[in-house]
């Protein structure tokens, strides 16, 4: 019985996972879901990401999710872009139904990308599709070369990782090619950039990868 009332929850979230791509795709908007522990960096790769994209003329967007508080929209919108902050109250991830509540807070017209600061967890926020185009998992190296290993799903289901506080590579045990053999052994067409997001070293590679997706 509950094995079906999971397959349930989950098919309504696909129903909606296909509406919200639909309703971007009619706006030229794409949408990029940011996964990865709490602490791995996520806000601060999104901060250089956004300023990044500013560069080369396309505005963003941002829906935080947080188990509570607004501290990271809070330093978004700090930074003039438009945020909303998702509290999802203690569930452990985001799913497809809030971002189609928010959606009608953005201007689509004014914006090109949203970028969706999914719950700091390797866990359950990579089985969920939000509406998202690209999902993208973000591991840092303080965290540990052993991390694909142990949550494999989060790296199966990503199409990039990125490896953030790559500028701390030399103070830890850090096996590059580990992680780089176990992301491509669960999923060989996985895109592997590296980056210190607080210098935004690296940011550039990811942007030039995205880039094809805003000439459609
Ligand atoms: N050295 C270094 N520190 C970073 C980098 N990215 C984030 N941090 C720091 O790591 C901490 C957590 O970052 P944050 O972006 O809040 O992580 P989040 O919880 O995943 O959103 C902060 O103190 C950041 O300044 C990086 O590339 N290099
Ligand atoms: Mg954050
Ligand atoms: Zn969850």
Redesign the pocket.
């Known amino acids: 019985m509950e094995i079906k009332v999971v397959r349930q929850i989950l098919e309504w979230n696909q129903n909606c996972h296909d509406e919200l791509q639909e309703e971007l795709n009619k706006k030229k908007v794409v949408m990029i879901n940011i996964m ?10 999104i901060l250089s990401l956004i300023n990044k994209l500013k560069e080369i003329g396309i505005n963003s967007a941002v829906i935080e999710g947080d188990v509570a508080g607004q501290i ?1 929209a809070e330093t978004i919108a700090s930074q003039g872009i438009p945020v909303v902050q998702l509290n999802t109250d203690g569930a452990c991830h985001i799913e497809a139904m809030s971002i189609k509540n928010i959606l009608p807070e953005f201007n689509l017209e004014d914006i090109q990308v949203i970028i969706v ?1 999914n719950i ?1 967890n390797l866990v359950c926020p990579a089985e969920f599709d939000i509406g998202e185009h690209l999902k993208v998992a ?1 591991l ?1 190296v303080p965290e540990g070369d052993d991390k694909v290993n142990k949550y494999p799903l989060m790296f199966m289901r990503s199409n990039a990782l990125v490896i ?5 590579k030399d103070y830890f045990d850090y096996n590059e090619k580990r992680i780089m053999d176990e992301a491509k052994a669960v999923n060989k067409d996985i895109r592997i950039f590296k ?4 210098k935004g070293t690296g940011v550039q590679d990811f942007v030039a990868w995205l880039r094809p997706l805003f000439n459609k």
């Open positions: 990865g522990s709490p602490g791995a960096g996520k806000t601060t790769f990271d600061e700091g973000l840092s953030t506080k790559y500028d701390m980056a210190d997001s607080r």
